[in-house]
């Protein structure tokens, strides 16, 4: 079916292609995060979709666009995609971290030290990728490697939902939805508003 052609009954909440985040990118593409469809891309003269690699089926929760131009991708199952505009690459099935029970079945089946739902994702001034998931806390990504951080290391829990660069370039994460925290390269702390 395709997506302008898609009527959905009203009394039904199932919508295959149903948005959860959106990119504009530096070309002016614009990018959409489905419910069951993968990641659908406008060039502003058709639609086209990219399914592979376990990215339909699960949610895509997150898109974002580093300074190089490489998108990446967070499924809420699948795992922690990149885009170079030729190929897409699961990078969480090549480092063997996924949580194949959550997504053959969809049952909610935590597992610490997975990076197969990912929510959140940002880059810092560094370079490195930083992703947020729904059960396993934050990873950094350095190109190469990954680095795990989780209430251990001072978040408040490891559903981190919302990864947020302010104005100074620092980056913020929102953990369990109502906790806003700063890592200071060794701990998370506690943002406190006055």
């Known amino acids: 079916?395709?997506?302008?052609?898609?009527?959905?009954?009203?009394?039904?909440?199932?919508?295959?292609?149903?948005?959860?985040?959106?990119?504009?990118?530096?070309s002016g593409n614009v990018w959409?995060?489905?419910?069951?469809?993968?990641?659908c891309v406008y060039d502003g003269k058709r639609f086209s979709f990219l399914t592979d690699k376990n990215l339909a089926g699960p949610t895509v929760r997150s898109i974002y666009q580093d300074k190089a131009g490489i998108l990446w991708f967070g499924n809420n199952g699948?795992?922690?995609?990149?885009?170079?505009?030729?190929?897409l690459r699961?990078?969480?099935?090549?480092?063997?971290?996924?949580?194949?029970e959550f997504l053959k079945d969809r049952k909610l089946v935590d597992k610490p030290g997975s990076l197969a739902r990912v929510f959140a994702i940002n880059e810092d001034e560094s370079g490195n990728i930083w992703i947020?998931?729904?059960?396993?806390?934050?990873?950094?990504?350095?190109?190469k490697n990954f680095t795990n951080y989780t209430i251990k290391?001072?978040?408040?829990?490891?559903?981190v939902t919302v990864i947020y660069k302010d104005k100074n370039g620092e980056l913020l994460f929102v953990s369990n939805g109502d906790t806003v925290q700063r890592f200071d390269g060794k701990r998370f702390n506690h943002l406190k508003f006055k």
């Not at 959409?32 to 990641?39: D, I, N, R």
């Open 1 to 26: 079916i395709h997506p302008l052609f898609y009527k959905p009954e009203t009394s039904s909440t199932y919508r295959p292609f149903g948005v959860y985040c959106k990119l504009v990118d530096k």
């Open 32 to 39: 959409f995060g489905t419910q069951e469809k993968g990641v």
């Open 78 to 87: 699948g795992g922690f995609y990149s885009y170079d505009g030729k190929t």
């Open 90 to 100: 699961n990078i969480t099935e090549e480092k063997d971290l996924g949580n194949y």
């Open 132 to 143: 947020g998931t729904a059960d396993a806390g934050v990873w950094k990504y350095n190109g």
């Open 153 to 159: 290391d001072g978040l408040s829990g490891n559903f």
